[in-house]
């Protein structure tokens, strides 16, 4: 999962300052979301699971870790 570990009074980013409980709250949601959609698919352990067009892999290794 993604973490963000910088104060929470801002962060520096192409020049802005960008507030990091909100940034993390976009994370955690995102993370959440992600957590539905491989509930959805039923991946079980011992499991085959085929991520077809994974693009950026982000549901590789949590549909990885639930297979086995």
Do not use: M, W, Y
């Amino acid at each position: 999962r993604r973490t963000v570990s910088h104060s929470s009074a801002g962060i520096s980013q192409n020049g802005r300052i960008c507030n990091v409980e909100k940034i993390e709250a976009l994370l955690r949601a995102e993370d959440a979301a992600e957590d539905r959609i491989l509930d959805a698919l039923l991946p079980v352990n011992g499991g085959l699971f085929v991520d077809l067009g994974c693009g950026n892999g982000r549901f590789t290794a949590d549909a990885a870790r639930r297979v086995g």
